[in-house]
């Protein structure tokens, strides 16, 4: 017998054990003396220490001892909440044995006790433990005998009696090896005769029968069905019986038996389950004609239930539901996801949430950083050794000891050691234990650490079931996990609903792992969508890239979206439009009404061609005006509906009438640049007379210019085109998955992660659209949210709805936008040229004329010719030039112009709308010259004016007096002082 030093007090105890010896000489741990019942009894029963009777350890009180206490027929004590509590609190059951009216066992007399306790394993056994051997009395098989197995201990077949029958059978969480009477459970397991120890109703060699609720999840063959073992591991501390779940009752200690996935789902009528508390009560959908009889009437099993699709995707639901398709499973695997339940971080068919992550390009996020030393050391950021490029920091690296809280802890010396940088960094990018780390050793520039409450030891019940206690600061009790032999952790997040608790790694990592959000809720390195709530990178935050699917990471209070970005902006395209549609529809106007009076060819001409260049740049001047409207009135929430915006039809209307207008214009121009240097080369061969053959070859030059604009514009969005021109799609929010749009690249990505692999091969949208709806169901006449694509087409690049001139190498369309590019220039350049030619001869024309009244007046106006072609060479110059450069440096990757696009369509390429109507056409000019002297007319005529001159007048009069009185005032003072001088000189003479 090993000697124990009689201990008192929690001094004698290890991590809040202790070992009590008996009088026997047994050596009992504290569960073991517990389940013996010699706890609380009001005596001491271990010789080397009193603790069995302790407040503290055993939780006795005085109402315990006094009050509380159970003598059972044998003359054993035990306490009162322990007698039939469906658990064996004595090693052979006995405070379980005689309950509800029912018995299990015998009483006989035994070693001088006439109440000795006999378990039903030594009843039958062979050998004789009553005196009056009672025990094996009546264990002889007669025609009368109806149950009959085997004998655990003797192996000889002997009658089941009630009094072996369905007797408890579980100390703690272990089989009762002394509750046993045959060596096969089912034998002396079923038919109860007590109704309170039915565990399940099913049929046992085709009889209708009950099995024991002893008999629940124990991996014994039991019910024909096996009905006993279709057991469930709802987390990974809890394992319980279906029949269990989802009843509005928790009996996992993480209460995961209620949060379990298929409870989502239940039906609206009750049905009284079969096993567990045979309740009746709503069961889960995925129970249904799911083979196994749930309901004890079986209607579960009936074909009554309403259900939505087809074939694969049929599955039953709530009555009154609205069936809609689902995500099919790939790589062929049966099954299907709702569309609700897709992209919510549980993978039900194994692998679309990594299609999720691929469709809104969730970045790679490192939860786990270097660990060596058995799991003590932790190299945090770029503290690695042998990473090459990392050498130039190691010197900057720190060491330092960690363990949360920083307090005593009994018997405890190790701590974790942490080799990280000594300057503060940025932690908004990292998660998990980089962040809990590096936050908590306070190193971060900003964030605060995420730990807050101790890893007490009543807390995360269920986990952790190696878990050791020890005391803390002599004041709370805390629990370690022991690996490696002798080391002893506790990096553990508790939960604030104290029910879970998450390793480092799963902290600040964008998952809700706790469920209450207080693993998340402390981090920075997070947004939280205001809609689902789920977390995103804090720097997928206004990065111009939809992650949310209400686009809150896009759309909040620190960043948001304008179709026309600060308010010069707005002033100049409202400034700009407004004046381009005034201008341009009087150029129309009046010329349009001298039109038909036009008695020459070459005034036909520049009239018909001066109109056509002021309607191409009174449709840019509307299209201004419209995107203004549009901004400040009809999309004044523009942000969240920017996808909505530029894959509409109106948004491609618009920016088929700007490009209409700015390429009639332009081709309008380069016409009558050509027309008027091809009118000086041959004045003397042009027909001066208008004739119906001159009209019509006008008519259709103008057409094909005309057609020309129409066609660079329309083409882009023809269908047929798709491939070349459409920039990307945006599928229903409904099918979940996608957020934003998808350009093919991203759907590819998609692609492969879906159906696995896929070649590299450039997809037409016709196949895209194709394979995914693959992805989904198409059953019967539910709507198919598939279908629902929208494009973003050539237009929908931008807000402002311009014509894609900014392109990559690797887009489609850039064959046409540098064509049209290479077709404006070379207009400019015809422009440019055909004006340098008529300069120059206009310029030789006045050098050859002579100085006469009459000549010097065509001197004056070809100067003021010369100044027009100036002003037409250079405006295009810088509309044409600077941004046909832009478009060249971003093709080449030298800069990103895509923010541009807002400044090129308002001001850059419209400008010319504005001016254009100035320099061909000299009515806005006289206007305007008018216009100023009527205004100098009237100012000079009026009262107030007349009254200023006057009195003008009248002051300058006076400065006029007042001088000449200073004039006249120095020539007599200069008289005086000469006359003074020719006095002095006579007088110093004589």
């Not at 090459?388 to 720190?398: A, G, L, R, T, V």
């Not at 949210?785 to 402002?800: A, R």
């Not at 894609?804 to 070379?826: C, T």
């Not at 350049?829 to 340098?836: F, W």
């Amino acid at each position: 017998m090993m000697d124990i030093d009689r201990v008192s007090g929690e001094e004698g105890t290890l991590c809040g054990s202790y070992l009590c010896e008996t009088k026997s000489g047994e050596i009992l741990t504290t569960f073991e003396t517990e389940l013996a019942g010699l706890t609380c009894n009001g005596k001491n029963d271990c010789l080397n220490t009193d603790l069995d009777e302790s407040r503290e350890m055993s939780g006795c009180t005085t109402v315990d001892i006094d009050r509380k206490n159970h003598t059972l027929p044998s003359g054993n004590i035990i306490l009162a909440n322990k007698v039939c509590d469906g658990n064996c609190d004595r090693w052979d059951c006995e405070d379980d044995s005689n309950c509800g009216g029912y018995r299990y066992g015998l009483y006989c007399e035994r070693k001088g006790n006439k109440h000795w306790y006999i378990a039903p394993l030594f009843i039958c056994n062979g050998v004789k433990d009553c005196v009056d051997g009672e025990d094996e009395a009546n264990c002889d098989i007669t025609n009368k005998t109806q149950n009959t197995c085997l004998q655990y201990e003797s192996g000889v077949r002997v009658p089941v009696f009630n009094i072996t029958r369905c007797r408890e059978m579980r100390a703690g969480a272990v089989m009762n090896h002394y509750s046993r009477y045959c060596q096969e459970y089912i034998w002396y397991q079923s038919n109860c005769s007590d109704s309170t120890k039915i565990g399940a109703e099913c049929f046992i060699n085709g009889y209708k029968s009950t099995i024991s609720k002893f008999m629940i999840c124990q991996g014994t063959d039991g019910c024909d069905d096996n009905l006993e073992d279709v057991c469930l591991d709802t987390s990974s501390t809890c394992s319980l019986h279906k029949h269990f779940t989802c009843d509005y009752r928790n009996d996992c200690a993480d209460e995961s038996d209620e949060t379990y996935l298929i409870c989502g789902s239940r039906t609206q009528q009750n049905c009284k389950r079969r096993a567990g508390r045979m309740e009746a009560l709503p069961i889960p959908l995925t129970w249904l004609r799911d083979g196994l009889q749930d309901c004890i009437d079986g209607e579960d099993e009936e074909n009554i239930w309403p259900t939505c699709g087809i074939e694969k995707s049929l599955r039953f639901v709530v009555e009154n539901k609205t069936c809609q398709n689902v995500y099919i499973c790939p790589w062929g695997r049966p099954g299907y996801v709702e569309l609700d339940d897709l992209c919510d971080g549980i993978d039900t068919c194994g692998n679309e949430n990594n299609v999720c992550s691929e469709a809104r390009e969730s970045k790679m996020l490192f939860r786990t950083v270097m660990t060596t030393n058995k799991g003590l050391t932790k190299h945090l950021s770029y503290c690695l050794s042998g990473i090459k490029d990392s050498q130039n920091f190691m010197e900057s690296c720190h060491t330092s000891s960690f363990i949360f809280p920083d307090h005593d802890y009994f018997g405890v010396e190790t701590r974790t050691t942490l080799i990280l940088p000594g300057e503060k960094q940025n932690c908004d990018n990292m998660y998990g234990e980089q962040y809990v780390y590096t936050s908590c050793k306070n190193r971060c520039i900003s964030s605060f650490c995420p730990l807050k409450n101790i890893p007490r030891y009543d807390v995360c019940p269920g986990q952790y079931r190696n878990r050791i206690g020890t005391l803390v600061n002599n004041q709370y009790l805390a629990f370690f996990v022991k690996s490696y032999g002798n080391i002893y952790t506790n990096r553990f997040f508790v939960c604030n609903n104290k029910l879970n608790c998450l390793d480092f790694s799963k902290v600040c990592d964008l998952v809700d792992d706790c469920g209450d959000s207080s693993d998340e809720e402390k981090c920075t390195n997070h947004f939280k969508c205001y809609s689902s709530g789920t977390y995103i990178p804090i720097s997928s935050k206004c990065d111009g890239t939809f992650d949310c699917m209400d686009a809150s990471d896009e759309c909040n209070h620190k960043c948001s979206r304008e179709i026309l970005e600060g308010k010069a902006l707005k002033v100049l395209c409202w400034t700009i439009g407004i004046l381009a549609v005034i201008a341009n529809t009087i150029i129309i106007a009046k010329n349009a009404s001298s039109l038909n009076k036009c008695q020459s060819t070459v005034a036909l001409v520049n009239k018909s061609l001066i109109m056509m260049i002021s309607f191409g740049d009174l449709l840019v001047g509307g299209y201004l005006l419209v995107i203004s409207i549009y901004d400040a009135v009809i999309l004044k929430d523009y942000c969240t509906k920017q996808i909505e915006w530029i894959t509409s039809l109106n948004c491609s209307i618009i920016g088929m009438v700007s490009t209409i207008g700015s390429q009639i214009s332009l081709f309008a121009m380069c016409a009558l640049s050509v027309t008027r240097i091809y009118g000086i080369y041959n004045s003397m061969s042009i027909s001066g007379e208008v004739t119906m053959r001159k009209s019509c070859q006008l008519a259709l030059s103008l057409f094909v210019i005309t057609l020309m604009s129409v066609s660079i514009a329309v083409i882009p969005i023809i269908t047929s085109f798709e491939d070349f021109f459409v920039n990307g799609v945006k599928y229903a929010e409904a099918l979940k998955i996608f957020i934003g749009t998808l350009d093919k690249n991203r759907l590819a990505a998609i692609y492969k992660a879906y159906f696995g692999r896929m070649k590299s091969t450039t997809l037409s949208w016709r196949m895209i659209n194709k394979m995914i709806a693959e992805m989904f169901t198409h059953d019967l006449d539910y709507v198919d949210h598939t279908l629902k694509i929208e494009k973003v087409d050539f237009y929908g690049n931008d807000g402002v709805c311009l014509f894609k001139y900014f392109v990559k190498d690797d887009d489609p369309q850039r064959n046409m936008v540098w064509g049209i590019l290479a077709v404006n220039f070379i207009c400019f350049i015809v422009i440019m040229l055909s004006y340098l030619v008529i300069a120059v001869i206009t310029l030789k024309s006045s050098k050859s004329l002579t100085s006469s009244s009459g000549n010097r007046k065509i001197i004056q106006r070809n100067r003021k010719m010369n100044m027009r072609i100036t002003i037409i060479i250079t405006t295009d110059f810088l509309c044409w030039v600077p941004f046909i450069v832009i478009c060249v440096l971003h093709s080449l990757d030298v800069l990103d112009a895509t923010p541009w696009y807002s400044i090129f369509s308002v001001v850059i390429l419209p400008i010319n709308s504005v001016i254009n109507p100035l320099i061909y056409d000299n009515t806005l000019a006289r206007l305007t010259k008018a216009f100023g002297r009527r205004i100098v007319t009237n100012l000079t005529e009026s009262r107030v004016v007349e009254d200023i001159t006057g009195r003008l007048h009248l002051a300058s009069q006076r400065e006029e007096d007042i001088e000449m009185e200073q004039q006249d005032e120095g020539n007599t003072t200069t008289k005086r002082n000469k006359d003074n001088e020719r006095n002095n000189r006579q007088t110093s003479a004589a």
